[in-house]
Structure formats: C-alpha cells, structure tokens
C-alpha cells in the first residue's frame, strides 16, 4: 500500500509539519537490533520492526520532498546499525557447501531495499549525501561484500554500482579498495564470497573508462584481473572475470597481447576444470581479436592449443579442437596458415593414427580436414613431414 | 647401348599397351555444370569437393595413393551413368572409397603380396566422413555402383596413376639406356609425382581427358619445372640429355596416340589446376562439418553465457544517470536504463534450491555424455537411383 505520509504508533494521521521528526522516530526505532536465532524470541517487536521498515521504504518511494537535510544522517545511521556487524567465522567452501543464510535476513532485505530507494530517489541530493556516505562508510560496505548470503551480495553490489555512480569522489578510493581485496584474496587468503559481484560492478566501470586507458586501470588489468585467474576457485567468478577482460579488449584492442600472454603466463598445469575454463576463455576472445592482434600472438598461443589437443584429459582436448568449428577462428587460421597449421600438425597427426576416444577422433577429423581445404600444398607436406618422422 | 643388360623397357611396354587397350572401357564422360540453378543438379564444384574429401580419408586411413584414383574412377564413371542428386553425392563418393579398399584388397591378396592395405570399417567410414546416410544405405549403394559399373574382382580399373606408375618406370628405364639415369632423378621424384596427380584427378576438368594423357602430360609438366630448377647454369652437355627424354616423351605420345591438339589442351588445364595449388588457396567448395559435443560440454561454451544481467555502465567523467522512479509507491520491476536492463533487487527471488548456490561449480567430468550433433539427419536412400 502505497503511502506518501507516515501514520502515527496508533495508525493516526500526524500533520506535515511534523512528518519529518516522525520520520527521524521511525528510523531511530528500526536502529533496535533483534535476535533471529532465537525464532521465538520476540516476535512481536520484531513484527514492529518489519512493518515499521515496510512503512518507511514505501514513504521514501512515494512521497516528495521528505528527504530533508536532518534525515540523511539518520537515515546512515539506520542503515550502518542494521548492516554493519561483524561477519561470523565461516570456513564455508564456496565449490563444495551450501551457504549459510543471513537469520535476520527478514529485516535486512528491507534495510536494503530501503538503502537502494534512498540513493536512487529523485530527490536525493548528492551535496548532502557526501557528507554521511563517506570512505568509513563505503569501507564497512566493501567488507559485508564478504557474506555467506548470495541475496545480500546481490543488494550490496546494486547498491555500491548507485554509490560508484553518484559519488565521483569517492571513485578512486573504492577503485583502491576493491584493488585491495583482490590482491589479498589472490595473494593471501584465496578466500572472499564477494568476488563475482565485485567484478560485476567493476564491468560496468570498465565498459565507461573513456579513451585513452589511463595507465592506472592497464595496471589494474595486468596487475590484478589477470592473476585473479590463478586462483584455485576460478569457476567461481569466471564469467564476470571474462566479461571484465572482455570490456577492456573492446576499450582498447591493443591490450590483446598482454591478455594472452597473462594467460599463458597462468595456464593451469594440473587441474583440467580450470584449463577447459581457460579454453573458453580464449574462445571467446578469439571470437573478437583484431586480425592484427592475432598475428601477434598466434604463436605462443597455437602451441599452447597443440598441447591442450594432446591432453589426456578429455574435455580439454575437446574444447581445444572445437576452437575451429567457429568460422571466424576459421578463417584466421587460414590466413595465417603458414603459422598454425605446423604448430598443430603434429599433435593432430598423432591422435589420428589412434585415439581411444571416439568424439576426440571425429574433431580431429574435421580439423585435418579443415586445414586439408584451407591449404592443400602446405596439408600435403605437413603430411609426408609427419610421416617420415613417424616411420 | 645396352650391352647384354637385361631388357627392362620391353616388358614395361607390354604391360602399356595391354592398358592402352583397356584404357577407354574405364574413360569416365562427365556432364557436369560448373554451376547449377537447379538444386538437384550435381555440379563439378560439388563433384571436387567430394573428391577433396575422399582424399582426405585415404590419408586418414592411411592408404596409398591407387585407392584414391580407384575410389574416383568409381565415382566418375558412376556418375557419367547415372544422375544423381547433390544428397546422395556423399553416399556414392564414400561407397565408392570403400568399394575401392575392398577391391584393391583382394587384387592384392590375389597377387600373393606380403603387405595388404586395410580395409576401413564400414561404422567408422560413415561417422568419421559424416557422409550422412546409414551403415544399410552405404552397404546398398556399393552393391549398386559395383552392379552398374559390372565391376571384376580381379581386375582393377585403368586409371591415370596406372599410366604415370608406368611412364615413370619407363622413364627410369629408358634414361639408364641414355645415359640419363641421374638427370632424371634429379628431375622427377616419385611421390611428389603421385601427389600432383592427386590433385589432378580431385578436379573434374582432367575427368574427360584420357588416363593415359593426363599421366604423359603430368610427366612432361615435371620435366619442365625439374629443367627450370637445373637453372641457367646447363651445359650445352645437359642440353643434348634433356632433348633425348624429351624424345622420348614425343615417343610415348605417339605410342599412345595422343594428338597434339589434345595434349597441348590437357598441358593448360593441368598447369591451372597445379598454379592453383602452389598458390596455396583456399579451396571453393568445403564440406560443412558437424563439431559433435558432448551436452556437458557445450553448455556454458561460452563463459559469459552464464551471465543473466549486466550493470549499466557509469561513465568515467560522469554521473550514473537514473531514471524517475514510478510514484505509484508500487514496486516495478521492468526499469528500463539507458543501456541494459538491471535486475531491480526488490523483485530478485534468490535461487532457494541449494543446488543452484553453488554458481559455476564444476563437477567431475565423466565421459561424455548425450552427444549433439548440429548437422542433419541419417534418413537417406531413395530409389530415385533408377537410371
């Protein structure tokens, strides 16, 4: 039910004039905590709270010109005590168990959706916003980043991106933070829950930089997106970790160069799952690199295919081989056939004189095939290469 | 000039003349556009491009040379007989491949020889040359090109490699007796010999003209290019050698009565289709492959697949510009921004199966699964074959 006016504790109407201190009332009241482990403690304060909560997010959609001067810092204060705690000890294993949910997770959705309302309301004013989101506030944001519970990392990453945008302040600062967290998580602890949404948001901020690249986000690309490919929780943020390297090829393709050799440079040597990622990865980028970028990594990259061809593991060779099943892929290696296909043939050649797996045989059949059409003459003496050193 | 050496060019011309007489029973006719509006019309394009493919088996498989002008000698000659539609052009040129190993077998048992190609399995065949149609289809379809073609098993077909194998073998021969021998070593080496007649015979331009032609006509061609690699270095010496086998090139033309007019023909065609080769292009008519994934495999092939909803962007030198928020007090959920769309928070329903928490977790692989093909179905077979 909609509402542009907050009722009294007994539901009765309370003039204009005095909208604004009971606002600041109702926002001091929800800065109670409750315990939710205990389900049957106090239910009925905790009902208050709810409906309390459920009165002031319709009030601050609705209504116009109630976000006065004195409420913001209230209204900080509010969202802080309910949102800020310390986060307990957990050695959750995001591959393996299932998360542990936020208890008070009633009272925290609508803290949150309060939260979102405020900075995304109209009348919201950043002049006065400033003063009480500030780098303490923003900081104590980033660590809730760490919880269990997918559902408020969702609000939390909506709500830092409306922060990122509004604040231009405060920019470099959580750039700085974020940068922070990574290089820990990469380099200490490889453990934080939040990294998915935090190269959610940082896509976004990619896919704005304007051009050219200032140096400081090349670093960030080189110095911390890359090795966050090192980790061995990879698949945990692997599509956001991609659309983020993506969003800066498309900024700048000239980066290409240095990506693939980070790649390289981190290629998993032991686990599979993480090379088949890895596969994608470069399927993807692949799907978009410039011609000439191309020709500058075809090298070392093709050589690394021919060893992912002649993987033991399975997948991993199949996702290699299906690399040129993509026409574009096709088509570059046909115009730098001189290059690949050498690099390629003998791994090729090997498995077809005898692989156990039959879905493996079919692809390599097709990439023979493939390159036989491509280049007739050079296929023909790639060919008798390979047989005389067979013999 | 052969002083009590046993007569090798003597035999080598019996076994000549015995293919000359046999040449024109195995002379495939092809009528074929090179382009067609009509889509039941098999085009020379489609016939190279099945050709192209079986040259490519035989090198996966591993087999010398006679099985691919066998195979194609089949399909020609097939294909003079009857006409057939662009569907069952995969199906005639396997069957054709296959009839070949089978032949080239038992000629090759029958001769008592220590080392017998293999013959491909029939299954493996059909799945590795995507020749889309059924085991039952490609067996059927061999019994009808051996039936139409009243194909012998001792008797193999006289083809272009037949020829050349005995050209070159003539050549060797009547060099030693010149004097020529190492000249022409230097000049004409056996399996790139072999490898340009390939070629020749996988374009159906060479298709019409006699065995016997393109074999003398491939060997002159060699000899020429072999003549500009000596460079213009020669002696008269060399000079006075390389007249005596061309001689003997005008010899065997008019052993196998070839008119010049003919030759000179044949020489143009072949020339082209060996430029086009050594230019190292890419070939015009390419099979379209089926990539066969595993279900597990292909999903999330993609990395970003995964991804449901992308933020909207912020500006590097700007605000993030957020539109007016419906004043109904009613929570909407289809905000539109100025780039994509945005889960609005309020309406996110968190996934509540635990299963699906564990976002991009990999499990184990086991062997693939389901397989998918993206290509076309196995119905096949008609008996629109009917002459």
């Given at each position: 039910?909609?509402?542009?006016r907050?009722?009294?504790?007994?539901?009765?109407?309370?003039?204009?004039?005095?909208?604004?201190g009971?606002?600041?009332?109702?926002?001091?009241?929800?800065?109670v905590?409750?315990?939710?482990?205990?389900?049957?403690?106090?239910?009925?304060?905790?009902?208050?709270?709810?409906?309390?909560?459920?009165?002031l997010v319709?009030y601050?959609?609705?209504?116009r010109g109630?976000?006065t001067?004195?409420?913001y810092?209230?209204?900080?204060?509010?969202?802080?005590a309910?949102?800020f705690?310390?986060?307990p000890?957990?050695?959750?294993?995001?591959?393996?168990?299932?998360?542990?949910?936020?208890?008070?997770?009633p009272h925290?959705?609508?803290?949150?959706?309060?939260?979102?309302?405020f900075?995304?309301?109209s009348?919201?004013?950043?002049?006065?916003g400033?003063?009480?989101?500030?780098?303490?506030?923003?900081?104590?944001l980033?660590?809730l980043?760490?919880?269990?519970?997918?559902?408020?990392?969702?609000?939390?990453?909506?709500?830092?991106?409306?922060?990122y945008?509004?604040?231009?302040?405060?920019?470099?600062f959580?750039r700085?933070?974020?940068?922070?967290?990574?290089?820990?998580f990469?380099?200490?602890?490889?453990?934080?829950?939040g990294?998915?949404?935090?190269?959610?948001?940082l896509?976004?901020?990619?896919s704005?930089?304007?051009?050219?690249l200032?140096?400081?986000?090349?670093?960030?690309?080189?110095?911390?997106?890359?090795?966050?490919?090192?980790?061995?929780?990879?698949?945990?943020?692997h599509?956001?970790?991609?659309y983020?390297?993506?969003?800066?090829?498309?900024?700048?393709a000239?980066?290409?160069e240095?990506?693939?050799?980070g790649?390289?440079k981190?290629?998993?040597?032991?686990c599979?799952?993480?090379?088949?990622?890895?596969?994608r990865?470069?399927g993807?980028?692949?799907d978009?690199?410039?011609?000439?970028?191309?020709?500058?990594?075809?090298?070392?990259?093709?050589?690394?295919?021919?060893?992912?061809?002649?993987?033991?593991?399975?997948?991993?060779?199949?996702c290699?081989?299906?690399?040129?099943?993509?026409?574009?892929?096709?088509?570059?290696?046909e115009?730098n056939s001189h290059?690949?296909?050498p690099?390629m043939?003998?791994?090729?050649?090997?498995?077809?004189?005898?692989?156990?797996n039959?879905?493996?045989?079919?692809l390599?059949?097709n990439?023979l095939?493939?390159?036989?059409?491509?280049?007739?003459?050079?296929?023909?003496?790639?060919?008798?290469?390979?047989?005389?050193q067979n013999? | 000039?052969?002083q009590?050496?046993?007569?090798?060019?003597?035999?080598?011309?019996?076994?000549?003349?015995e293919a000359l007489?046999?040449?024109?029973?195995?002379?495939?006719?092809?009528?074929?556009?090179?382009?067609?509006q009509?889509?039941?019309?098999?085009?020379?394009?489609?016939?190279?491009?099945?050709?192209?493919?079986?040259?490519?088996?035989?090198?996966?498989?591993?087999?010398?040379s006679?099985?691919l002008?066998?195979?194609?000698?089949f399909?020609?000659?097939?294909l003079?007989?009857?006409?057939?539609?662009?569907?069952?052009?995969?199906?005639?040129?396997?069957?054709?491949?296959?009839?070949?190993t089978?032949?080239?077998?038992q000629?090759q048992?029958?001769?008592?020889?220590?080392?017998?190609s293999?013959?491909?399995?029939?299954?493996?065949?059909?799945?590795i040359?995507?020749?889309?149609?059924?085991?039952?289809?490609?067996?059927?379809?061999?019994?009808?090109?051996?039936?139409?073609l009243d194909?012998?098993?001792?008797?193999?077909?006289?083809?272009?490699?037949t020829?050349?194998?005995?050209?070159?073998a003539?050549?060797?021969?009547?060099?030693?007796?010149?004097?020529?021998?190492p000249?022409?070593?230097k000049m004409?080496?056996?399996?790139?010999?072999?490898?340009?007649?390939?070629?020749?015979?996988c374009?159906?331009a060479c298709?019409?003209?006699?065995?016997?032609?393109?074999?003398?006509?491939?060997?002159?061609?060699?000899?020429?290019?072999?003549?500009?690699?000596l460079?213009?270095r020669?002696?008269?010496?060399t000079?006075?050698?390389?007249?005596?086998?061309?001689?003997?090139?005008?010899?065997?033309?008019?052993?196998?009565?070839?008119p010049?007019?003919?030759?000179?023909?044949?020489?143009?065609?072949v020339?082209?289709?060996?430029?086009?080769?050594n230019?190292?292009?890419?070939?015009?008519?390419?099979?379209?492959?089926?990539?066969?994934?595993?279900?597990?495999?292909?999903?999330?092939l993609?990395?970003?697949?995964?991804?449901?909803?992308?933020?909207?962007t912020?500006?590097?030198h700007?605000?993030?510009?957020m539109?007016?928020?419906?004043?109904?007090?009613?929570?909407?959920?289809?905000?539109?921004?100025?780039?994509?769309?945005?889960?609005?928070?309020?309406?996110?329903?968190?996934?509540?199966?635990?299963?699906?928490?564990?976002?991009?977790?990999?499990?184990?692989?086991?062997?693939?699964?389901?397989?998918?093909?993206?290509?076309?179905?196995?119905?096949?077979?008609?008996?629109?074959m009917?002459?």
């Amino acid at each position: 039910m909609s509402s542009h006016r907050l009722f009294g504790i007994f539901g009765e109407d309370v003039p204009s004039s005095e909208q604004e201190g009971l606002f600041i009332r109702k926002l001091r009241q929800c800065c109670v905590a409750f315990d939710f482990m205990d389900p049957v403690a106090d239910l009925k304060g905790k009902e208050i709270k709810r409906a309390t909560l459920n009165e002031l997010v319709d009030y601050i959609t609705a209504g116009r010109g109630v976000l006065t001067e004195p409420v913001y810092p209230e209204i900080i204060r509010m969202i802080s005590a309910n949102l800020f705690r310390t986060l307990p000890p957990s050695d959750f294993d995001p591959e393996e168990d299932d998360p542990t949910l936020e208890a008070s997770w009633p009272h925290l959705q609508l803290v949150y959706e309060f939260f979102l309302r405020f900075l995304e309301s109209s009348d919201f004013q950043t002049t006065i916003g400033k003063k009480v989101i500030d780098q303490k506030f923003v900081l104590q944001l980033l660590d809730l980043f760490d919880s269990e519970d997918p559902r408020e990392r969702h609000f939390l990453k909506t709500v830092l991106h409306r922060i990122y945008g509004k604040f231009p302040g405060l920019r470099a600062f959580i750039r700085k933070q974020i940068n922070n967290i990574f290089l820990r998580f990469v380099y200490e602890t490889e453990h934080f829950n939040g990294v998915a949404e935090l190269l959610e948001i940082l896509a976004s901020i990619i896919s704005g930089f304007s051009l050219p690249l200032k140096s400081e986000h090349k670093q960030f690309l080189l110095k911390v997106l890359l090795p966050l490919h090192k980790v061995k929780c990879l698949s945990l943020y692997h599509a956001q970790l991609t659309y983020c390297v993506l969003q800066f090829l498309e900024k700048d393709a000239t980066l290409t160069e240095t990506v693939v050799k980070g790649l390289l440079k981190f290629w998993p040597k032991t686990c599979s799952q993480k090379e088949v990622m890895f596969l994608r990865e470069i399927g993807e980028l692949l799907d978009v690199i410039e011609p000439s970028q191309f020709a500058k990594i075809q090298e070392p990259l093709f050589k690394q295919i021919s060893r992912c061809v002649s993987s033991p593991h399975f997948q991993v060779a199949c996702c290699a081989l299906y690399l040129w099943s993509n026409e574009y892929i096709m088509s570059l290696t046909e115009e730098n056939s001189h290059v690949i296909m050498p690099i390629m043939f003998p791994a090729l050649y090997r498995i077809s004189r005898g692989h156990w797996n039959q879905t493996i045989v079919a692809l390599v059949y097709n990439v023979l095939e493939t390159f036989m059409e491509m280049n007739g003459k050079l296929f023909d003496e790639l060919t008798a290469k390979a047989e005389r050193q067979n013999v | 000039m052969d002083q009590g050496q046993p007569d090798a060019i003597h035999p080598l011309i019996t076994k000549l003349n015995e293919a000359l007489v046999l040449e024109n029973k195995f002379q495939p006719h092809l009528q074929l556009p090179s382009v067609s509006q009509d889509p039941t019309e098999i085009t020379t394009g489609i016939r190279d491009g099945s050709a192209h493919v079986l040259r490519c088996l035989k090198v996966w498989y591993d087999l010398p040379s006679d099985v691919l002008f066998v195979a194609i000698n089949f399909m020609d000659r097939f294909l003079t007989k009857m006409k057939a539609r662009p569907k069952h052009m995969a199906c005639i040129s396997v069957s054709s491949f296959h009839l070949a190993t089978r032949q080239i077998c038992q000629y090759q048992k029958s001769c008592g020889l220590e080392e017998v190609s293999a013959i491909p399995d029939t299954r493996d065949l059909v799945a590795i040359s995507q020749c889309k149609c059924t085991l039952g289809d490609l067996t059927r379809m061999e019994g009808i090109i051996s039936s139409k073609l009243d194909t012998e098993p001792g008797l193999l077909p006289i083809t272009p490699l037949t020829f050349l194998q005995l050209f070159h073998a003539l050549f060797i021969a009547a060099a030693e007796r010149l004097g020529v021998g190492p000249l022409y070593a230097k000049m004409v080496a056996a399996p790139s010999l072999w490898l340009r007649l390939e070629i020749l015979a996988c374009d159906a331009a060479c298709a019409n003209f006699r065995a016997s032609e393109v074999a003398l006509v491939l060997l002159c061609t060699q000899l020429d290019s072999g003549v500009a690699d000596l460079g213009t270095r020669q002696d008269p010496s060399t000079g006075a050698e390389i007249m005596r086998l061309v001689n003997f090139a005008i010899e065997l033309q008019k052993l196998c009565k070839i008119p010049d007019s003919s030759f000179f023909c044949c020489h143009e065609v072949v020339l082209l289709i060996l430029a086009r080769y050594n230019a190292q292009c890419q070939m015009p008519h390419r099979q379209r492959l089926v990539w066969k994934l595993s279900q597990r495999t292909l999903r999330y092939l993609r990395p970003t697949d995964k991804l449901t909803s992308i933020m909207p962007t912020i500006d590097e030198h700007g605000q993030l510009q957020m539109p007016t928020r419906i004043r109904s007090g009613s929570v909407s959920s289809d905000e539109s921004w100025d780039s994509e769309k945005e889960d609005v928070a309020a309406e996110w329903a968190p996934p509540l199966n635990p299963a699906e928490w564990t976002v991009g977790a990999m499990n184990p692989l086991p062997e693939e699964d389901e397989s998918i093909v993206k290509g076309a179905s196995s119905k096949f077979l008609r008996d629109a074959m009917a002459a």
